[in-house]
């Protein structure tokens, strides 16, 4: 009379958790050293510009550029890249070469012309944060060899170089104007659309020719006959060289229309 019900009860078994990269344990040391390296002289390079050391600020710089270029190439060659190294790079690159260059170049000069110095040291500042968070979106977008802007390093390289290669002369109202427009003209190139060679194709795994290595040997040495003068000559031409280099193909382009027409 009675009919037996039998339920089943349908127990689903919890899919397994999968660690992604955010909660991976762990970071690659090397390349996340040589980035705390360039983070270190770059903080150095802000407390010894609060201290009125303008030319050890600036050599600190020129440090931290050097840490810089290393710490992507290395991860590179070790296949050791990572999001966190990416991120950790880019908050550093904030304090050596836009903090770092605005504050410097503020106690140096910048100061004496009052809301003018302080707007071209924010101007300086805040290009260089719009050109890193710009940076980090193309990186994740684009894989071209090519930096659309000046590179934060090398724009922070033309206020050091200025900074360190003038730090014997006798401080006068034209060289702050020419330290302003400096400081100014690196901060609009980093957020500006011009094209700027990454070198990111170079492999340093390969093998050279001898006279690669010979001409690396030549470059330090007339680099070392004056640092400052010399890397900031340098720094100038690279970040001319672009828009230099538009102006001549724009140049080009119209003559040979006019000479079709």
Not at 90 to 113: H, I, K
Not at 139 to 161: H, I, K, M, Q, Y
Not at 200 to 221: A, Q, T
Request: net charge positive.
């Amino acid at each position: 009379k009675y009919k037996e019900r039998v339920i089943e009860i349908k127990t689903q078994t919890p899919s397994p958790i999968r660690e992604t990269k955010a909660g991976s344990k762990g970071v690659y040391l090397l390349p996340n050293l040589l980035t705390t390296g360039a983070l270190f002289f770059g903080f150095y390079a802000v407390l010894s510009g609060f201290s009125g050391k303008y030319e050890l600020a600036a050599m600190a710089i020129f440090v931290a550029l050097f840490f810089d270029g290393l710490d992507g190439r290395v991860a590179r060659l070790t296949s050791t890249q990572s999001d966190f190294g990416r991120q950790y790079d880019s908050l550093s690159d904030m304090v050596s070469f836009g903090v770092a260059p605005a504050v410097v170049a503020y106690g140096w000069g910048l100061g004496t012309l009052g809301k003018f110095g302080f707007a071209a040291a924010f101007v300086y500042s805040s290009c260089a944060a719009l050109r890193l968070a710009r940076y980090n979106v193309q990186a994740e977008r684009s894989d071209s060899n090519d930096f659309t802007g000046l590179p934060s390093p090398v724009a922070a390289a033309l206020v050091a170089g200025l900074v360190w290669s003038t730090h014997a002369l006798t401080m006068s109202f034209e060289l702050v104007i020419i330290g302003m427009l400096v400081t100014v003209s690196g901060g609009l190139l980093m957020v500006s659309n011009v094209k700027y060679p990454g070198f990111k194709e170079i492999d340093f795994r390969g093998k050279v020719p001898f006279f690669v290595i010979f001409s690396v040997v030549m470059g330090f040495i007339v680099i070392s006959i004056d640092p400052a003068r010399i890397l900031f000559a340098i720094a100038i031409i690279f970040s001319i060289s672009a828009p230099v280099k538009i102006l001549f193909v724009s140049a080009k382009s119209r003559l040979i229309n006019a000479n079709n027409q």
